[in-house]
């Protein structure tokens, strides 16, 4: 068996390991030992990710309005 082949192989196989993964985590009720949220939030026009496997969580955030500013420059006195 060719070398890209058996990379190809590898690659799907991966991918359906990934989305069983995934579609169980969603699927499964939040005291489970695997088991993934995702939220919403509208205030920050952004997503909430829980990835809880046995005592171990992972915590994502993405959010389209930063809470920082952006700039480095200190800001002006108003006066």
């Known amino acids: 068996m060719r070398l890209r082949t058996r990379l190809l192989h590898t690659l799907a196989a991966t991918l ?5 993964m995934v579609t169980v985590g969603l699927t499964a009720p939040a005291d489970a030992a695997f088991a993934i949220r ?13 990835v809880k496997l046995g005592t171990m969580h992972l915590h994502l ?5 930063p809470s920082t500013p952006s700039s480095t420059k200190p800001a002006d006195p108003l006066f």
Request: glycine share 4%; hydrophobic share 65%.
């Open 16 to 20: 359906i390991v990934m989305t069983a």
């Open 38 to 50: 995702i939220r919403p939030v509208f205030a920050t026009l952004g997503i909430d990710v829980d």
């Open 61 to 65: 955030a993405w959010s389209a309005i």
